[in-house]
């Protein structure tokens, strides 16, 4: 006799002292702090993870920060954290940071020297497509970095010419907007970056990419938007039919493929960053869709943003 029981019952017992894993719910990590490893504290009760962090706040330091899927400098950009931007920190593990923006929630990987924990809440941001920072104030000076459009900075001394910075530095007062104000027409920012090289994850001038140059436009209007197009599709705007003749459209609708976007400047020329002109590039409508067509992506939805105020 003995009082070993049968394999099979052994796996039962044993099944029922220790429960399988809860499901865990369908959060895009895009957007949610989540890991196998770890998870954000206020994703505790929502998804089950072996350590969680309630994470710190520190903010970029640097121009333009290159924001990785992974903890990999080999991989491409997924997005770019500008200068002044807040974010919270939930790891620093061997020069990386893993992170989750303010701005906009996005989940990542950036290099942990491009952070610094004396947080500056900013008064102004840059409204040129990209200003230069000086040791003095003086144009002829060597300058110490080059600052894209929305980065935010703190101003300590506002005069005519040059604009002090509390970090250190000056910057041209005219290519600076007090955070609270913001341009009237988005689609003049996006007119503005035609030519501007095409880069995946861009959000610059020096690159940019479809959903950046969207995005990077209504923030210049002051409108929050989502990273990529496919956040863009389902959250901006109203959806509107999308008319077989593609005529009827307004300046400012947002006309989505599959993973793509563009915006109209008038009722038939599109502005959009893409890869068959590598670079920001007007073009009709018709034309560009027939083209995108012809890799098997139709036009999936067209939104239309509603002017402020209403």
Not at 74 to 97: D, I, P, R, S
Request: aromatic share 6%.
């Amino acid at each position: 006799m003995t009082d070993e029981k049968p394999d099979a019952e052994a796996s039962a017992a044993a099944g029922a002292a220790t429960p399988p894993p809860l499901p865990q719910p369908s959060l895009d990590p895009r957007r949610h702090a989540v890991r196998p490893d770890l998870a954000a504290l206020a994703l505790r009760g929502q998804v089950v993870a072996p350590r969680y962090a309630p994470g710190i706040i520190r903010q970029i330091a640097r121009p333009a920060v290159p924001m990785r899927r992974e903890p990999n400098p080999t991989l491409g950009l997924e997005n770019e954290v500008l200068y002044g931007e807040l974010v919270k920190v939930y790891e620093e593990a061997e020069g990386w940071a893993w992170v989750q923006l303010e701005r906009d929630r996005y989940v990542g990987y950036i290099p942990a020297a491009a952070l610094t924990g004396e947080v500056m809440p900013p008064t102004h941001r840059v409204k040129a497509l990209g200003t230069f920072v000086y040791p003095a104030p003086d144009i002829k000076t060597p300058p110490i970095m080059h600052l894209p459009l929305n980065a935010d900075v703190r101003v300590a001394e506002w005069e005519e010419r040059f604009c002090r910075l509390e970090r250190g530095g000056f910057i041209v007062t005219r290519h600076l907007i007090e955070r609270d104000r913001h341009e009237r027409d988005f689609v003049d920012i996006a007119e503005r970056l035609i030519g501007s090289p095409y880069l995946w994850g861009g959000r610059t001038r020096i690159g940019v990419d479809c959903s950046g140059l969207v995005q990077i436009a209504l923030e210049a209007a002051g409108i929050p938007a989502p990273r990529d197009s496919d956040m863009q599709a389902s959250e901006l705007g109203a959806p509107i039919p999308v008319p077989p003749d593609l005529e009827g459209l307004q300046r400012g609708d947002l006309v989505f493929w599959k993973g793509h976007v563009g915006v109209m400047s008038d009722a038939l020329m599109l502005v959009h960053a893409n890869a068959h002109y590598m670079a920001v590039a007007a073009e009709t409508l018709p034309e560009a869709a027939a083209r995108i067509a012809k890799d098997g992506s139709p036009i999936i939805a067209i939104r239309r943003i509603a002017p402020k105020g209403t």
